[in-house]
């Protein structure tokens, strides 16, 4: 065609018909249900040039609202964070940006020593021995985990919490739908939220793959019993597996130094945009161990030398998925790894260094206290409905109106309020999950204390 991009001719459109033995595109969709199948055609705009265009879209844009204008309290898996300039500068590279799977090392050495330095940053965080590169995000992660914990056990049996994300949850159980691996809920204590470990104790047996845990939990406050819950694990040889918002480390014990098996979580926060909930990084690591490497997931990446030694270099040295190997003995189908992301996370996190981690961590959790202590004082709220030590997020409820009511005000008042869990949770009641980061200034809680105190007191 000497319009390649220009939609078919009608001509065009009838010849490939013919083809395929057809006579109307229509019986292409006829396997469609005709109740939902389109009527009419889209009312579409007619065609303008490039500056209408471009004018059009800005206007639209305009309509945005920025952090600084609308300061948003949702978290619940991906949070809101300051992105150095450098970290976007670097990603946007030729170099990492246009590449795809380093195949041929020889000409992927860049991208390689990247995505080696990632491996061994987020192996050092979670204080486990080796980190893959990388996974499709936190849920994905989850996914994999129990699928390789049921593999390396041989046995059926996946033991997540109560309080767990739900979109998490969904995830994990369409992994285990095809190898009948069976997920079983535990409890939490009403008053604390912690993990019923009376439950768990009676739950665990010789059939349990694994027991997964998150710290903090998907409602924000610190799994206190990580030691109790990882004995119970291993005493009946389950693995234990716990899930993290890697900012949290920067405060709390690497979930290796006290008995993670393997290790999943959200890589988001670590130079990467919110972007309307993605692109997302799944971090996934494990320990050190013949029967987990061979294993694990996705893609490692080593550190080698040259025939005659004189100079080291970088390769794939594990890649278990069914493009390299017999399916029947591929570990895993991903394919289109978050090489980006883990490369915009490297570089956050050297940037950062430990001690700007834990400076990150400090602030963000001081300001989810100082918010708890001005919300707490309000008539008609309950403000963290378990007693447990949080970390940034925090639950809020209720006693009469509704949730939606009060965020509906809120965005009235410019803020975006917190995540609504009454669906996630309905025992909860009208109940919110609250996230706050560095990027929240005092005036900004400050601000929602006093709008969510004018909206409740006034009885909205």
Same mark, same amino acid.
């Given at each position: 065609?000497?319009?390649?991009?220009?939609?078919?001719?009608?001509?065009?459109?009838?010849?490939?018909?013919?083809?395929?033995?057809?006579?109307? @595109?229509?019986?292409?969709?006829?396997?469609?249900?005709?109740?939902?199948?389109?009527?009419?055609?889209?009312?579409?705009?007619?065609?303008?040039?490039?500056?209408?265009?471009?004018?059009?879209?800005?206007?639209?844009?305009?309509?945005?609202?920025?952090?600084?204008? *609308?300061?948003?309290?949702?978290?619940?898996?991906?949070?809101?964070?300051?992105?150095? @300039?450098?970290?976007?500068?670097?990603?946007?590279?030729?170099?990492?940006?246009?590449?795809?799977?380093?195949?041929?090392?020889?000409?992927?050495?860049? *991208?390689?020593?990247?995505?080696?330095?990632?491996?061994?940053?987020?192996?050092?965080?979670?204080?486990?021995?080796?980190?893959?590169?990388?996974?499709?995000?936190?849920?994905?992660?989850?996914?994999?985990?129990?699928?390789?914990? @049921?593999?390396?056990? /041989?046995?059926?049996?996946?033991?997540?919490?109560?309080?767990?994300?739900?979109?998490? !949850?969904?995830? !994990?159980?369409?992994?285990?739908?095809?190898?009948?691996?069976?997920?079983?809920?535990?409890?939490?204590?009403?008053?604390?939220?912690?993990?019923?470990?009376?439950?768990?104790?009676? *739950?665990?047996?010789?059939?349990?793959?694994?027991?997964?845990?998150?710290?903090?939990?998907?409602?924000?406050?610190?799994?206190?019993?990580?030691?109790?819950?990882?004995?119970?694990?291993?005493?009946?040889?389950?693995?234990?597996?716990?899930?993290?918002?890697?900012?949290?480390?920067?405060?709390?014990? #690497? #979930?290796?130094?006290?008995? @993670?098996?393997?290790?999943?979580?959200?890589?988001?926060?670590?130079?990467?945009?919110?972007?309307? /909930?993605?692109?997302?990084?799944?971090?996934?690591?494990?320990?050190?161990?013949?029967?987990?490497?061979?294993?694990?997931?996705?893609?490692?990446? /080593? *550190?080698?030398?040259?025939?005659?030694?004189?100079?080291?270099?970088?390769?794939?040295?594990?890649?278990?998925?069914?493009?390299?190997?017999?399916?029947?003995?591929?570990?895993?189908?991903?394919?289109?790894?978050?090489?980006?992301?883990?490369?915009?996370?490297?570089?956050?996190?050297?940037? !950062?260094?430990?001690?700007?981690?834990?400076?990150?961590?400090?602030?963000?959790?001081?300001?989810?206290?100082?918010?708890?202590?001005? !919300?707490?004082?309000?008539?008609?709220?309950?403000?963290?409905?378990?007693?447990?030590?949080?970390?940034?997020?925090?639950?809020?409820?209720?006693?009469?109106?509704?949730?939606?009511?009060?965020?509906?005000?809120?965005?009235?008042?410019?803020?975006?309020?917190?995540?609504?869990?009454?669906?996630?949770? #309905?025992?909860?009641?009208?109940?919110?999950?609250?996230?706050?980061?560095?990027?929240?200034?005092?005036?900004?809680?400050?601000?929602?204390?006093?709008?969510?105190?004018?909206?409740?007191? /006034?009885?909205?």
């Amino acid at each position: 065609m000497a319009h390649p991009f220009i939609p078919n001719t009608k001509e065009t459109r009838e010849q490939m018909l013919r083809e395929i033995g057809l006579s109307d @595109a229509a019986e292409l969709f006829k396997d469609i249900p005709p109740e939902v199948r389109l009527k009419n055609r889209l009312n579409l705009p007619p065609a303008m040039p490039e500056l209408a265009v471009s004018n059009h879209v800005r206007a639209i844009l305009s309509k945005n609202r920025s952090f600084t204008k *609308m300061p948003t309290f949702l978290g619940g898996g991906v949070w809101p964070h300051y992105l150095p @300039a450098h970290v976007r500068q670097v990603v946007k590279r030729s170099e990492f940006l246009t590449s795809y799977t380093p195949y041929q090392p020889e000409t992927s050495q860049g *991208m390689l020593q990247a995505l080696f330095e990632y491996q061994s940053l987020i192996a050092e965080l979670v204080g486990l021995d080796v980190a893959n590169a990388s996974m499709y995000d936190w849920a994905t992660s989850l996914g994999e985990a129990a699928l390789m914990c @049921a593999r390396i056990t /041989g046995r059926g049996k996946f033991i997540v919490p109560r309080i767990v994300s739900k979109d998490r !949850l969904s995830v !994990l159980k369409n992994y285990a739908a095809g190898p009948s691996l069976e997920i079983v809920e535990v409890g939490y204590d009403s008053e604390s939220g912690q993990m019923d470990l009376s439950q768990l104790d009676g *739950m665990v047996d010789k059939g349990t793959a694994g027991v997964y845990v998150e710290n903090p939990s998907y409602l924000g406050f610190v799994e206190t019993q990580v030691d109790e819950i990882a004995e119970i694990a291993h005493k009946n040889g389950a693995l234990f597996v716990v899930g993290v918002n890697p900012i949290s480390l920067g405060l709390l014990k #690497p #979930p290796g130094d006290y008995g @993670a098996d393997i290790v999943i979580g959200e890589g988001q926060p670590l130079g990467n945009p919110v972007s309307f /909930g993605g692109p997302t990084l799944g971090i996934f690591a494990c320990r050190d161990e013949q029967r987990f490497l061979r294993q694990l997931p996705g893609r490692l990446i /080593g *550190m080698t030398k040259t025939v005659d030694g004189s100079a080291r270099g970088f390769t794939m040295v594990l890649q278990t998925r069914e493009q390299h190997i017999r399916r029947e003995k591929a570990t895993s189908n991903i394919c289109s790894n978050e090489a980006l992301c883990a490369v915009a996370a490297a570089v956050y996190l050297v940037t !950062l260094g430990p001690r700007g981690l834990r400076q990150l961590a400090e602030v963000c959790a001081s300001n989810a206290s100082y918010l708890m202590k001005r !919300l707490e004082v309000i008539d008609g709220l309950r403000v963290s409905i378990f007693k447990s030590p949080h970390f940034n997020e925090f639950t809020l409820q209720r006693s009469s109106g509704s949730i939606s009511q009060l965020n509906t005000e809120l965005l009235k008042r410019g803020i975006h309020g917190g995540k609504p869990l009454f669906r996630e949770f #309905p025992e909860l009641g009208e109940s919110a999950l609250v996230c706050t980061t560095e990027l929240h200034s005092k005036k900004n809680l400050d601000d929602f204390a006093e709008a969510v105190r004018e909206i409740v007191e /006034g009885g909205k």
